[in-house]
């Protein structure tokens, strides 16, 4: 007993010194410099190409230096896919086959599409394919965590998302909560911060998420990198 105690204590405060690590003006421009470098571990190409194979098995870390990775793509458009990802969390008005359809083509652009994967594991689910069932809401579970070890929500230490719908997805399919007031702003760096609150009555949570590098030429973060 005392040995379960503390291993799960031990995995608790690895948790929390990876969440406290993660400094978004610090650490972002350093891992979208380094996945573009090919002999470096963090090189695009080789995360996405073993995120495809075996994504589940990823560890936090992994997973946000391909987030970060993600972002540094030409393909990388975070207010343009919007309406289509929410196309991917109405799966009880979406047939699954055009949900696995649609959801394939874009997993291939982006692999560690929340809404993606969401879509995919439910379509899995509906046509009682279990194999993949299991895969798909393991990467969408990972990834979920994974954001939410980058920070605490607060405005001084933001969740890392890349794309303005990751926040609305956590709280309502990961936590499975409600939105309340919807909101804008920036953190003391000038980052751009999208705003939601999760209704978790009594006690609703103001939780933020940095966006800044979804901005395009509005971007503070990428003007600095460059």
Do not use: C
Not at 2 to 19: D, Q, R
Not at 83 to 104: I, N
């Amino acid at each position: 007993m005392k040995n379960l105690i503390a291993t799960f204590l031990l995995s608790v405060i690895s948790f929390g010194v990876f969440s406290q690590n993660f400094t978004y003006s610090e650490d972002y421009p350093k891992y979208y410099k380094l996945s573009k470098i090919q002999d470096d571990p963090n090189f695009y190409e080789s995360l996405r190409s073993r995120f495809n194979e075996e994504g589940e098995n990823f560890t936090k870390k992994e997973v946000i230096r391909l987030l970060i990775g993600q972002t540094a793509q030409e393909s990388y458009n975070a207010y343009g896919m919007v309406g289509l990802e929410r196309s991917f969390l109405a799966t009880d008005q979406v047939s699954p086959d055009t949900l696995l359809k649609y959801g394939k083509l874009v997993y291939e652009m982006n692999p560690v599409d929340l809404s993606v994967n969401y879509g995919l594991w439910k379509a899995n689910s509906k046509i009682i394919n279990e194999q993949e069932t299991k895969k798909y809401e393991a990467r969408f579970k990972l990834i979920a965590e994974s954001i939410l070890s980058t920070g605490d929500g607060s405005k001084e230490r933001p969740y890392f998302v890349i794309s303005p719908i990751d926040g609305y997805v956590l709280i309502t399919k990961y936590y499975e909560k409600e939105i309340g007031t919807m909101g804008s702003g920036e953190d003391a760096k000038g980052y751009f911060l999208d705003i939601l609150e999760m209704v978790d009555a009594p006690d609703n949570k103001t939780l933020h998420f940095v966006i800044d590098h979804g901005m395009g030429g509005l971007s503070k973060i990428l003007s600095e990198i460059e």
